[in-house]
Structure formats: structure tokens, C-alpha cells
């Protein structure tokens, strides 16, 4: 009997204790396993669970699946057999990309889908200039003031942040807002968005930049930058890079060679943003080299004591063009992101998908010639979009720029429109801007703008419906522009938009009608983008000048 009850609770115990951890275990699982405390510098994500696969469309499209493309991976020049990421990124929502307030990069997120932040109250739909800077120096005629991309960051610094950095005394007291703006007269520019007076010392690289420059996501004092020319008319010339400056102090702390043995194309130059994951340390960059760049940054910073870091590691993909030859590659739009994909579009059009994690390609689409618009991309109820359009560039002039809805999981075509385009020895036409895609008040509609059609000098914006691809208004433009518009809302919900053109001109634009509602003057041609921070509107122009702009 003895032995019997000693059996009995020899089964018993061990499946007491296994309800006793069950219970344990769930408890800890609905209180998330923390404390509730929250962690400085860090940016909310989703749950690194990989995008689902969906069922591949992209053959029946007429365009490539993505074990139809060869390409190689490289650890700095090291050739790898294979390659998985040891950190899983996952993207998530665009609102949670950045811990800073402002705009951090090229259209403020990996879906790259606007460059205005805050609130405002637009009551007499005016513009007013408050404030101009100094005169950005020509140290080549050909490139004068502010280029494309161009687009100025606006960044909120925390104060603990603000104290640390080598801001002049006034800037390390004041609680204001700082813009940044690269040139193509070679400096970065930081100025008070308020009055547009120089914060701290510029930086000076020396040749000029196209491009957009990306703040740390993080908060950290971090500017990565790019370079668009290394030769200039009175024959200077420099080496092909790309810098990461640290902001405790202006010093350059890392630079990616944009020439070395594994390139596809001898051009180094750096006109794309990249972006950084925050929660793996991680930062991507296209160059017009032809390469995807996945540099595990191994950032140490230490707000306290005021020191910062990097001890990078790079890997690099590298691919065979499908659609074009050699002359095909180079990157200069900006990736965007979707969770654990990637997608660009390069000089030959080919537009790709990649996995992140794995660099293994998803799909690719032939676009029909050059691509340097931004993709843009759209998540809704019915699926994951990205909006795109190309150039006239391989194309005569006469060439079709074509604006298209894909379908970003898996590269089928939804919609396109074609739109014929002029082009000369020196200016292209098509399109250059990342696309508008609606919300709020306005959120049936996508809006283009079309560059040197119409007028081998004109353009047009169009707003096509989401669904169908057809026009929903056309503005013709006397003069064209390569500048992406920004859409804003304003207090009341109601949506505006500006745009600037090639003859120096910023327009206030009624999205929902393609009315003007207001126009100045900056000058002189507008190839950059412009930035919104509350009520102010920042762009650099040909004019050799950075304007600060009030909306009313």
C-alpha cells in the first residue's frame, strides 16, 4: 500500500510543478517579461516575423522571378558562398523609423512617402520668406547652390543630446530646431530653422553633393553623406566616398570607398539615401557604383562622457543586369523598405526586390529605361503597393516616362500610364520625384510630376485615381521641375502641397483640385526638395541660397 501511494505521488508532483511553470509562463508572457522602463534611443518594431510569401505573380507579369537573376555577395572584397544576416531586420510601420522629431532622411521613412512633419494652421494660404543664408560658394560653375535630391533634414535634438554636440553657446542653451542641408558647393550647412542663422561650423568635403544626407534614427549624433562629382573645372579631383561625420565634433569617423575591385561600374559617386535600422545597428546604401551596401555599424556611444564610434562591418551585393548592358548600372534612387524587403531601381531600369536578411533576390521588373525616381511604398487593406515612374533617357527623345502601381510582394504589375517626354543633350525628361500617394482628405489619389512634357520645357502634374491608374486632374506646368512635392495637412485636416519648378518658383498647391493657391520666388531653378517642420517650408536653389519659408 505503502509503495502504491509513493508511485501515485511520484506521478503527481512533476505534473503539479509542469501546471505551476504553465501558469508561471503565461503570467510572464502577458506582462511582456519587462519592467514597464523604457530605454533611451531605441525605436519601436514589430515582431521580427518575415514578410509571408506570397504566391509568384512576377513570371506571368512578363517579369523575372528572382532566382532568374545571378548576383554574388561580398564581405568587403571577400567573395561569400553564402550569406544570412545574424540579425533579423524587420521594418516596421513608418511612424516608429525615427526616435527624433523632424525629418531624418530623404521623404522621412523607409516607405518614403513624405518629407513634412508636425502641425500647422493655414488660415490665409500664403507663403512668406523669412529668412535666406549666406551664399553657398561655386567652386564649380556647373553646379551652382542646392542640387537634386537636395532635400534639407530638420531635426529636433534632445537636450541631453544638444549639450554634448559642438553647437556654438547660444545653440547648446536654446530648445530649437536644426536644419541641415548639403550642397553642391561641397559644405553641410546646419542653421537655426527659426531664423536660419549657422548653429555650429559647417562641414566642408570639398566637392560637390547631390544628394540628401540621413541623420542616425536613433538619436545619435550621426551624419552619413554621400558625394556626387570628384573632379572639378579648374581641375582639382578627389577620391570617391562616402562619409559618416559624427556630430560630437564634425570629425569624419568612417568612409565607403565608392571604387574598389568588386564594383560593376566605375563611377563612385553616392546620389541615394540610405536608412538605418535602428534595432540592429544596421545601415543600407545604394551607389551609382552599382552596389547594395549592408553595413553592420557596431555603433558605441556614450552620451555620458560624450564619445562615439563605429567599428563597421560591409558587405556588399552584387548583380547581373537582366534587362541592359554594363552602362545600366548605378543606384540613384533611395531604397524603400517593407518589413524584411528592400527595393531600388537602377540606370537600366531594372527595378528589384530583395530580402533583406538574405540579400537573395524576390523578383525584379523591367521598368523600360533609366529609374531614378524613389519608389514609394503603399500598405493598405488590399495589399502592399509601390508606386514608380522613369526617365527619358535610353529612350529618343519623344521616349514614354511611365508611372506604375506594383505590387510589392510580388512584382505584378496593377496599373500604368504613359506620358511622351522631351529630352536634350543636357536635361532629361520623365520622371525624377518620388510620388505623392494620398491620405486624409485626399487619399483615393497618387500624384505625379511629369517632367519636359507638354513643352520640351514644361511638365505636368497628374493625379491619377489609386484604384484605376486614370486622371483624376492634369496641371500643366510652363516650366518643369525635378523637385518631389510635399503634401502637408493642415489643423483642420485639409490637405495642401508644395512644389517648385525649374524657373525658381514655390507653388501652394489644393492637392484635392491641383489649384494654385499661392507662388514666390526662390530665384532660380529648384532641383532639390523641399522639408516641412511645423509651419515652416526649408529648400535650397540654383540661386546659391537656403530659403526659409513660413506657411500662413
Known sequence: MRRRREKVLMLIVPVILLIILIILYRQFNKNGGTDGSITPFTTPTHAPTQTPTPAPV???????????????????????????????????????YSALEGITTFRGNHYRDGAAYGTRK?????????????????????????GWTGQPLIVHWPEKIRKIMNLYPEYKKKDFVEVIQATLGGVIYFLDLETGKPTRPFIDIGFPIKGTPLV??????????????NSLQNGKTG?????????????EIFSIPGIDSTVPRNWGAFDSTGLVHAGTDTFIQCGENGLLYKIKLNTDFDPENGKLSVSP???????THLFRNKKSYGIEN????????????????????LDINTLKPKWAFNLGDDTDATPVIEETPDGVFLYIGNQVDHQNSGGYATVRKINALTGEQIWSRSYKCYKDELINGGVFSAAVVGTGDISDMVIFNISKTGTEWGGKLVALDKNTGEEIWVKDLTSYGWSSPVVFSSDDGKSYMIFCDSAGRMFLIDPKTGE?????????????????????????????????????
Open 58 to 96: 512576377a513570371e506571368r507579369a512578363g517579369n523575372p522571378s528572382g532566382d532568374k537573376i545571378k548576383y554574388r555577395i561580398y564581405s568587403d572584397t571577400t567573395p561569400l558562398d553564402s550569406y544570412q544576416s545574424a540579425d533579423m531586420i524587420v521594418f516596421g510601420a513608418p511612424e516608429t
Open 122 to 146: 493655414v488660415v490665409e494660404k500664403k507663403l512668406e520668406i523669412v529668412w535666406t543664408s549666406e551664399e553657398i560658394p561655386l567652386i564649380d560653375p556647373q553646379w551652382p547652390g542646392v
Open 216 to 229: 542616425d534614427p536613433r538619436g545619435y549624433p550621426v551624419l552619413y553623406v554621400g558625394m556626387g562629382i
Open 239 to 251: 577620391t570617391w566616398k562616402y562619409r559618416i561625420f559624427s556630430l560630437l565634433d564634425n570629425s
Open 313 to 319: 562591418e560591409v558587405i556588399k551585393y552584387r548583380y
Open 334 to 353: 533611395s531604397p524603400a523598405f517593407y518589413r524584411d524587403l528592400i527595393f531600388f531601381a537602377d540606370n537600366g531600369g531594372m527595378l528589384q526586390c
Open 516 to 552: 494654385t493657391l499661392d507662388t514666390i520666388s526662390v530665384e532660380r531653378n529648384v532641383e532639390s526638395s523641399p522639408a516641412i517642420y511645423n509651419n515652416m517650408v526649408v529648400v535650397g536653389s540654383y540661386a546659391r541660397k537656403i530659403f526659409g519659408i513660413r506657411i500662413r
